[in-house]
């Protein structure tokens, strides 16, 4: 079995390891149950819950719930920051994760935001908060540094 560190869905959208939260593969029921869970334990968060298929091409389908989490609007910032994330599940290995991710195309057009994803180096209190809070919702999460390939 091999591993990899990131998971190159095209050209322009790249998904990242994070947590592995189940040993099976969680339903879209599950997973958007899961999110929603999430945004209603952290109100304090501007947490935007994606219908399925609607965030971008390489994330249609029903494997997966994409959200981000959006920075509170600044007057004095011209630039709004969102963070973005996916559960998904991945039924070959049969596990369910929570994966930062990043499309660059999601830039276009967008000149008062900047979209990338919930990476720990780029805001790790953000990131932190969310990893806590997913862990506690799903208990037997653990943190991984790679797919199974």
């Known amino acids: 079995m091999g591993k990899i560190s990131h998971w190159k869905l095209s050209h322009r959208a790249t998904v990242y390891p994070h947590l592995e ?27 935007v819950i994606y219908e399925q298929s609607t965030y971008c091409n390489e994330l249609n389908g029903p494997w997966n ?16 920051i969102s963070y ?6 991945c039924v070959d290995f049969n ?15 967008r000149t008062n935001e900047q979209i990338t994803g919930l990476l720990k180096e780029l805001n790790e209190p953000l990131f932190n908060m969310i990893e806590s809070k997913l862990i506690e919702l799903a208990p037997d999460s653990k943190k991984v540094e790679y797919f199974d390939t």
Not at 27 to 47: D, G
Not at 84 to 89: F, H, M, Q, S
């Open 84 to 89: 973005t994330y996916i559960i998904r599940r």
């Open 95 to 109: 596990k369910t994760y929570g994966c930062p991710f990043i499309n660059s195309m999601c830039q276009l057009g």
């Open 21 to 47: 939260i189940a040993q099976r593969p969680y339903s879209q029921e599950e997973m958007r149950t899961l999110v929603e869970k999430l945004k209603a334990a952290l109100p304090e968060l501007n947490i």
């Open 65 to 80: 719930v994409c959200f981000s989490v959006q920075e509170k609007h600044d007057p004095k910032k011209p630039i709004k």
